[in-house]
């Protein structure tokens, strides 16, 4: 009997060994679900620093944008031939034409002329002139306004026209310049004109008039028309001196006919040296422009000063 309880208590014990094996199997699958706690931990401490690093990411493109908008005010000279000499103009970026030169004798004195209108773009001044059809212009003058340096095309409003002045600003500082050995015939924008015989009239009148603090003057015809302007001086002494000027070069008929690119007409006068001197109203058509032009020829000679 003892001999069979040994028995049974050593099955027993062989029966409790098997269930603490069991408590340690358990053990063990608690010990692998335990470990993926740490494992965790790990995995959300790289997020913070991922996320305080996500400003400086955004930062970096920032400055090739700029760079980008620097350099997109890429414009470009071109010189070629027209109206027997030679010009430049200045065009954007996009391809519109911003600035059109008077002539020049040849084109080293057209590239003259680009690095002349550079200087006075940062120490000139950018005046802007309406005419009686309501189209502006913008027309840019040396630091102390004795001379025309440059004139804009002509707009519909001031605010195009200031518009235009600034666009000028942004592209005309570049280096790009390009030899044309011609131009398309849309392009042409001057001829030379032809001057007929015309009978003198004497009852012109030239007007003086001062407009903020200086002093310019007007041709009108007999029944009124006003046929130029001329530009501001900073003395009626000045003016008259310039009035002089002015006649011996409409007497040596140095006019010319240019269209702009809206395709108005208006004629400009210059002097020996090729300096523009006056612009003149514009016109819807080519003749009504040269019919003025002989208006001009007609009364200026005789015309009174009237103050």
Known sequence: MCFFRRK???????????????????????????????????????????VKALPKVEKVPEKPKAETSSGRYSGKYEIYPEAGGFKY????????????????????????????????????????????????????????????????EFYESVARAQSASESVKKFYNNDKVLNLDAISPEDMREELVELKPIEPANNGKFEFDELSGEILFRLKASNGEVLFESNTYSSKASALQSLEVIKKAIEAGNFRVMKDKVGRFQFKLYASNKSLLLSGETYPNEENCLSALDSVRRFYQDAKIVE
Do not use: C
């Open 89 to 152: 103009r200045l065009k954007a970026s996009n391809g519109e034409i911003l600035i059109v030169s008077q002539a020049y004798a040849s084109k080293a004195g057209a590239a003259s002329g680009i690095e002349t209108l550079k200087k006075n773009v940062e120490a000139g001044v950018f005046e802007f002139y309406t005419d009686k059809s309501n189209y502006t212009q913008f027309l840019l003058y040396n630091s102390n306004k004795a001379r025309v340096i440059a004139t804009g």
């Open 8 to 50: 049974i208590k050593d099955k027993m014990k062989g029966q409790n060994e098997p269930v603490k094996a069991q408590v340690k199997t358990e053990a063990v699958v608690v010990t692998p679900k335990a470990e993926p706690t740490p494992v965790m931990t790990k995995i959300e401490e790289p997020i913070a620093p991922t």
